[in-house]
């Protein structure tokens, strides 16, 4: 088969298909249906030239182009893979042909992959959150949006210092305190330490308060030693791993999820925006987004639309919709928005994601001129005056008003 | 800490620090002081505003930006990092820190990680490679490249055709058969039964010619299903497995060396090209390949500069450099040539990377007209040929002045 016969514009799917959208453009003096035939053909069963090995029975196996929109340079075109190529139940291999070596064929000058529909029997190999938004909302008991904050500074603090930090910030109004994606088990704040003193506080902190507080310790490591991490957690009876995704790869996510049987994880997506920031190659993160729904994060990184990250309204209701559109029984997953974030965005936030995220703010928090409790509080108030429809202005919080002079 | 503090240029790094170089250019409107200072913060201990939560103790951990080279639009920069911002022996959490948030932040235009130098301590709390160039060269016991094919059609085969394309190219004089990236364990091909089907005409294909021959199985899938079929391989005393690093992952690429004492490792780069290909932003090849010979991959894929996917000379030059360069006592890996390659490109492959490659031909040996024998024959004697210093057009062997006629 040459490149052309992978395209058959107008060719009906089987409901069995798993179906890609990507963005493309062909290289100069590439024809567009060679270019679009050419995407289909590497990612399922083709090579750039006729081959003596062929047998009529694997016929049935190549993957179709069967949409097309012409743009000024290229096209978005939608691709149908006949379910066989694929082994279920593993997330390397499907990402292996779908996206493999088409980003990095010649006869392509831009490749982006912008959408992945898993057909169910596919989806339902891997096991899906366990949790999800109404999981966690379970945790918590409530119905507003969950506030959380990451330790800041991000790395250097010692154990107990972390764990000061932490305790702040649950007296003063977190739900959640979550370690920053590169704090590992480093020498100045090692693993089994931080978990086990910070959770001390954490017990404090709930006695003190009344309320449920959430810990996400980092589990991110070697797969083995990030099993052995998330086994301590267990021991210590703590709801809440988090884990890199992207940084961590997929196979050792897939394995977290296998043998985690009540952990809620959370997904931190450090790394991505190296393949998800130029808008016509790499990877679109809702991609990024129902893979990991898939394989089974209860809570993951969307951006923030107004923090200190790419990404405006658009792509994060992208994103967001990768993480709670219809996909069979699989559980919606918990959006996070986090990055540059205080609590003057909060209104905004509310506006963009409604109820269900959760909004961490770092610096918007410990870098509150009275320090992070009042910084905490703030926040907490920034969504009780959203919850209330009440202007942050106008509610009657002397730290949230701090927080609008440092930073509104 | 402003991010401009994290900026001096002219500092003299530690023995110690690890070392990163990027291009990178500001967002509109961003002092390029600043922009730089915000890839040191985010990637160490910084954010975007002023915190509460600084300890006096840990100052000594910010990052450094020590060189900086402008260009029209951005600059070259070099960055130290004090070691004991990351945890030895855990790759995804050293790429959390310095190849995570930072590609995402709205200070910066683009970003581009051009190289990494991981201090002594860090790289050396990884496995490293067990064979690299000489342990390979042990095996087939040559000197010249070594020639090795992908059975194709990549996916599709019964394992018996499986097996059967292999032993031609075998016989035909293949040194090595390799598995393509998007072959696992289909209903079509399992694994096992690949495995033991492929391994008989294997010894079959040594015992016709006297020589020694390599079959690299794809054992990508979840970490532990994963080491199951490296372990079925050992069982049945194959040297090789073969794996795709990118979708599979760092965390379970570790896992997979730490605990394959005697497997040769060959490591497939599908799906790089996402975060690799556009020259102004992502990760360049050359860092991949070291994380990958650190954590102790023995071959890797590093480009063809002739074939069917991008990459000029000068950047598989990197990249072979990135493979053989000085790097404490951390073997040399094997660069390996694949990807649109047939027999007319072997003199230049061979002026390009010299002898230490292996040249892999998946069409250019299957597409033959006379099929994969005649085809492993062609591709055999252009070696020959090149070894011998005759021009391909004069060598006397009909497969391969056939293959001269069909692509040259």
Known sequence: MKYEDYVHIGYK????????????????????????????????????????TVKPYMKK???????MQKTKRGAYIR?????????????????????????????????????IILPKRIATSFKGPKYGIKGVRKIFRKKTPLIGTIVKPKLGLKSKDHAKVAYEAWVGGCDIVKDDENL?????????????TTLRYKRKAEKETGERKGYMINVTAETMEMLK????????????IMIDIITEGW?????????????VIHAHRAGHAAFTKIKYHGIAMPVICTIARTIGVDQIHVGTAVGKMIEGKKEVLENVDACKRKYYNIKPVMPVASGGLNPNHVPALHKIFGNDVIIQMGGGIHGHPKGTRAGAKAA??????????????????KELQMAIKRWG
Request: proline share 6%.
């Open 380 to 397: 907490r108030d920034a969504i009780d005056a959203v919850m209330q429809g009440i202007p942050l202005k106008e509610y009657p919080s």
């Open 13 to 52: 799917p089987s409901k069995s298909d798993l179906i890609c959208e990507f963005y493309m453009e062909p290289s100069k003096g590439v024809p567009l249906k060679r270019a679009m035939g050419a995407i289909a053909a590497e990612s399922s069963t083709g090579t750039w030239t006729e081959l003596t």
């Open 251 to 263: 196979g050792a996510l897939q394995t977290l999820r296998d043998k985690s049987r009540s952990r």
């Open 229 to 240: 991490r998330k086994d301590l957690v267990a021991d210590f009876g703590n709801e809440y």
């Open 61 to 67: 196996l190549a993957a179709t182009v069967f949409e």
């Open 79 to 115: 691709i149908a893979y006949p379910i066989e190529l694929f082994e279920p139940g593993n997330m390397p291999n499907i990402l292996s042909s779908v996206a493999g070596n088409i980003f990095g064929m010649k006869d392509l000058k831009y490749l982006r992959m912008e959408d």
């Open 184 to 196: 590992s088990s480093q020498s100045f704040n090692r693993f089994s330490q931080r978990l086990r």
